[in-house]
T-cell receptor, first 113, second 113 residues
Framework: SQQGEEDPQALSIQEGENATMNCSYK?????LQWYRQNSGRGLVHLIL?????REKHSGRLRVTLDTSKKSSSLLITASRAADTASYFC?????????????FGTGTKLQVIP | GAGVSQSPRYKVAKRGQDVALRCDPI?????LFWYQQALGQGPEFLTY????????KSGLPSDRFFAERPEGSVSTLKIQRTQQEDSAVYLC???????????FGPGTRLTVT
């Protein structure tokens, strides 16, 4: 079963607005990753944040991590229609290697042109 | 360079039939993963290979599911005596030595009628 939960489940915004989605997880982690999935390009890795980091930026993406609350957020600034996709957080186990990544349930983002 | 490829992209099977799904990972990637994704859900881990060794198969839902990677490259996921609940998208991913980022294939959509 999936251990992470994204919130909201669905989000609809106008092009140019910012989109924020949140992720909660249940176990201790050493890193958390965000992935995007759309029909055109499939599932694509966006960004990774390590447990000793609180914030990370990549282009229009900003990720925060609060390990005390077991939560992360993904902010997409100046959204574009091409950002329409489902976004998932994912994390490997703290121990035992990185292989068994657990994905959340996803946030479905629609950006209206 | 080529990404992860999967075949077939779509498969319709009658209940009780056996199916075989193929994954060609990125050349040189030692880690290979299989996931099952139900409609509207995030991917769920099935199994993990490091080279030809299957190190984790804890996510395989039943003994009808079998995966192999005999030469440490191409992998096949086999489902015997398919059931309707096996209908899903099956995703394959690969990653390099020591890397967290996974590269996903386009998936095989399996429909069991």
């Amino acid at each position: 079963s999936q251990q992470g939960e994204e919130d909201p489940q669905a989000l609809s915004i106008q092009e140019g607005e910012n989109a924020t989605m949140n992720c909660s997880y249940k176990t201790s982690i050493n890193n958390l990753q965000w992935y995007r999935q759309n029909s055109g390009r499939g599932l694509v890795h966006l960004i990774l944040i390590r447990s000793n980091e609180r914030e990370k930026h990549s282009g229009r993406l900003r990720v925060t991590l609060d390990t005390s609350k077991k939560s992360s957020s993904l902010l997409i600034t100046a959204s574009r229609a091409a950002d329409t996709a489902s976004y998932f957080c994912a994390h490997p186990p703290l121990r035992g290697g990185y292989q068994k990544v657990t994905f959340g349930t996803g946030t479905k983002l629609q950006v209206i042109p | 360079g080529a990404g992860v490829s999967q075949s077939p992209r779509y498969k319709v099977a009658k209940r009780g039939q056996d199916v075989a799904l193929r994954c060609d990972p990125i050349s040189g990637h030692v880690s290979l993963f299989w996931y099952q994704q139900a409609l509207g859900q995030g991917p769920e881990f099935l199994t993990y290979f490091q080279n030809e060794a299957q190190l984790d198969k804890s996510g395989l839902p039943s003994d009808r599911f079998f995966a192999e990677r005999p030469e440490g490259s191409v992998s096949t996921l086999k489902i015997q005596r398919t059931q309707q609940e096996d209908s899903a998208v099956y995703l394959c991913a690969s990653s390099g030595q020591g890397a967290y980022e996974q590269y996903f294939g386009p998936g095989t959509r399996l429909t069991v009628t």
